[in-house]
């Protein structure tokens, strides 16, 4: 996409959005609604918007929620689908940018590495990388709203695997790695390839790149909880929404789905968590019925030791993993992976996958502050791990600062969609009562209380490593709102958010 004309105004704006992701782009979509005499920019350091779904370009990639809820509210997916490959989701963002108008606030190849509050000023000051750091700029705005997201993209699985030995003799030999968010992959066709991992990427690649090479062998540390979901509504699901198509409106329809699909998956997700053995079952049902007699031997790979829903559950699209099981296009092993060799990958159990191709679809990292920015108040470096959590939006003693986590269990974009909205309202409130800044304060009492994990019953090694020891990353949490993140209830989270905004906690000057 070409650089945007339109300038970093010189004078000071009133927000600055960073990212021009699915977040973002929601996040300017409500501020010129709904605060429409605030002047903003979005600042994104990739040449183009899209964020995951511009930088990841692995055959396969696709959502692993359904759209009606990982699409926008104010713009709802195209009718009677529930999952879109990458780049149908890329288009369906640009659609949402050019419509509204939202691409002419975007201002490309500039990445923020660092920002300042100055209490005196009642400013942030933000340093930006320009052109991939051939000059920088700083840009000045009383509010800012990060919308960089969880993880930590470009350093996904080269950490990971840069703690195995024998990488240096696989390479020499013509052994290729390559990385999901640098795919770059050429001709595979008389290649063995070995995909590490088994979340979101390795389930959605593995049936793509299946087909592109001559043999496949996923290698996993644990098997992941797999649900199939079709692409498109099923017949059974068509006859029941168009009625209401033709009766009340498109619109109207999408409403409906929308709040349908909440309900189900917060469903799903509660009877996993309070009945677990019957979800278990449930799973493995399902699994058996797409897999036919293929069950028996596959079983030991798709059955975790954890309960289900205490890691993410990942969306097989119209069974298309389970079925290149079942046809042999891949096979799966489950065992940790010890080593590289010469001629592939040795594991714990001493056994040698001979492969020309390692693919990394694991090694997830959290980010250590929102984009892995160096963030200060006052001159005093912000650590996430030293602060609590404001309604999950904001940071206690962080000033006219919001960041953007999504929900774990339901489509991502719902929460970000709750918190702009409450943006928008602290926003207006803040102007209505002739404030400039607005930030969280622990009362007396509170200073002391203690402290809860961000969030809890949520077991993956990645998130545990961010949540525990010295190392923790991510901001704790209080025992009682406002001190708290529904991260994984929708409803209670939409309460939250929508609180009065003089609750003795939140200060205003």
């Given at each position: 996409m070409a650089e945007n004309p339109y300038p970093i105004p010189s004078k000071r704006l009133d927000v600055v959005i960073i990212g021009a992701g699915?977040?973002?782009?929601?996040?300017?979509?409500?501020?010129?609604?709904?605060?429409?005499?605030?002047?903003?920019?979005?600042?994104?350091?990739r040449a183009s918007l899209g964020g995951t779904w511009d930088q990841f370009k692995y055959p396969g990639i696709r959502s692993d929620s359904?759209?009606?809820?990982?699409?926008?509210?104010?713009?709802?997916?195209?009718?009677?689908?529930?999952?879109?490959?990458?780049?149908?989701?890329?288009?369906?963002?640009?659609?949402?940018?050019?419509?509204?108008?939202?691409?002419?606030?975007?201002?490309y190849h500039r990445k923020v590495t660092s920002m300042s509050w100055d209490s005196t000023a009642r400013v942030w000051a933000l340093d930006v990388d320009v052109e991939n750091g051939a000059r920088r700029e700083r840009v000045k705005a009383s509010f800012v709203i990060a919308c960089t997201g969880y993880y930590e993209y470009e350093r996904a699985g080269v950490e990971e695997l840069?703690?195995?030995?024998?990488?240096?003799?696989f390479e020499a030999a013509g052994g290729r790695i390559l990385h999901p968010q640098f795919w770059q992959a050429g001709d595979l066709r008389d290649k063995t390839v070995v995909v590490v991992g088994s979340g979101a990427t390795a389930i959605s690649i593995?049936?793509?790149?299946?087909?592109?090479?001559?043999?496949?062998?996923?290698?996993?540390?644990?098997?992941?909880?797999?649900?199939?979901?079709?692409?498109?509504?099923?017949?059974?699901?068509?006859?029941?929404?168009?009625?209401?198509?033709?009766?009340?409106?498109?619109?109207?329809?999408?409403?409906?789905?929308?709040?349908?699909?909440?309900?189900?998956?917060?469903?799903?997700?509660?009877?996993?968590?309070?009945?677990?053995?019957?979800?278990?079952?449930?799973?493995?049902?399902?699994?058996?019925?797409?897999?036919?007699?293929?069950?028996?031997?596959?079983?030991?790979?798709?059955?975790?030791?954890y309960d289900p829903w205490t890691q993410r559950v990942c969306l097989d699209a119209d069974g298309d993993f389970l079925a290149t099981l079942r046809t042999g296009g891949a096979s799966i092993v489950t065992c940790a992976l010890e080593r590289f060799t010469a001629r592939g990958v040795q594991l714990a159990d001493g056994s040698e996958i001979e492969c020309d191709v390692v693919v990394t679809a694991?090694?997830?990292?959290?980010?250590?502050?929102?984009?892995?920015?160096?963030?200060?108040?006052d001159g005093t470096p912000m650590k996430l791990r030293e602060h609590v959590t404001y309604r999950g939006a904001m940071l206690n003693d962080v000033p006219n600062l919001v960041h953007t986590p999504g929900y774990l269990n339901i489509g991502w974009t719902l929460r970000p969609e709750l918190m702009y909205k409450g943006t928008c309202r602290l926003l207006n409130h803040m102007g209505a009562k002739g404030a400039t800044v607005a930030v969280?304060?622990?009362?007396?009492?509170?200073?002391?209380?203690?402290?809860?994990?961000?969030?809890?019953?949520?077991?993956?090694?990645?998130?545990?490593?961010?949540?525990?020891?010295?190392?923790?990353?991510?901001?704790?949490?209080?025992?009682?709102?406002?001190?708290?993140?529904?991260?994984?209830?929708?409803?209670?989270?939409?309460?939250?958010?929508?609180?009065?905004?003089?609750?003795?906690?939140?200060?205003y000057h």
């Open positions: 699915l977040s973002g782009l929601g996040a300017a979509y409500r501020l010129q609604t709904e605060c429409p005499d605030h002047s903003y920019a979005i600042l994104e350091g359904p759209m009606i809820c990982f699409g926008f509210g104010f713009k709802p997916y195209k009718p009677y689908t529930h999952l879109a490959e990458g780049r149908e989701i890329l288009e369906y963002m640009r659609q949402v940018a050019e419509e509204n108008r939202l691409d002419r606030r975007i201002l840069a703690r195995f030995p024998g990488r240096e003799d593995v049936p793509s790149l299946a087909k592109q090479c001559r043999k496949l062998v996923m290698v996993q540390r644990s098997p992941t909880y797999i649900w199939c979901w079709p692409r498109s509504f099923s017949l059974a699901l068509t006859l029941l929404f168009a009625p209401l198509h033709l009766l009340l409106g498109l619109a109207a329809m999408q409403a409906i789905h929308r709040h349908s699909e909440i309900w189900f998956e917060i469903f799903l997700h509660t009877l996993c968590l309070k009945l677990p053995r019957m979800a278990r079952a449930i799973f493995a049902l399902a699994q058996w019925a797409h897999l036919g007699s293929s069950f028996a031997a596959l079983r030991p790979h798709l059955t975790p030791k694991t090694g997830l990292k959290l980010v250590q502050s929102p984009g892995n920015i160096e963030i200060s108040v969280p304060r622990l009362r007396p009492e509170e200073v002391s209380a203690p402290r809860r994990r961000l969030v809890e019953g949520f077991t993956p090694t990645y998130f545990l490593r961010a949540l525990d020891g010295f190392a923790r990353q991510l901001p704790s949490r209080s025992a009682a709102d406002p001190w708290q993140i529904h991260i994984q209830d929708h409803f209670k989270d939409k309460v939250q958010l929508a609180a009065p905004l003089d609750d003795g906690v939140l200060h």
